[in-house]
Nanobody
């Protein structure tokens, strides 16, 4: 079992920045890929960015050049640095981890970007 706890969400003006953190606990040795997803009201949950245990990354087109995902394996934490935020980035952001073929989710953290 893997437990994920997100933090760092909040309210920010357009053009501002936020950094999300996701701390993993439990069977962390078996985690391979970690990532961030987001879900706006009435919309599906979308991939934002993922990072492998080796540091390889992949981003959704709508965040490329603005968001950066990173991972501190010593702290069992994954980060999402979000710059140049837009109102359309408003959503609940969820941390995700893949471990032994099973996906785990955090409880989500709200990010609201005002115009």
């Amino acid at each position: 079992q893997v437990q994920l706890v997100e933090s760092g969400g909040g309210l920010v003006q357009a053009g501002g920045s936020l950094r999300l953190s996701c701390a993993a606990s439990g069977s962390i040795f078996s985690i391979s890929v970690m990532g961030w997803y987001r879900q706006a009201p009435g919309k599906q949950r979308d991939l934002v960015a993922v990072i492998s245990s080796g540091g390889g990354t992949n981003y959704a087109d709508f965040v490329k050049g603005r968001f950066t995902i990173s991972r501190d394996n010593a702290k069992n934490t994954v980060y999402l640095q979000m710059n140049s935020l837009k109102p359309e980035d408003t959503a609940v952001y969820y941390c995700n981890a893949l471990s032994v073929g099973k996906y785990y989710w955090g409880q989500g953290t709200q990010v609201t970007v005002s115009a």
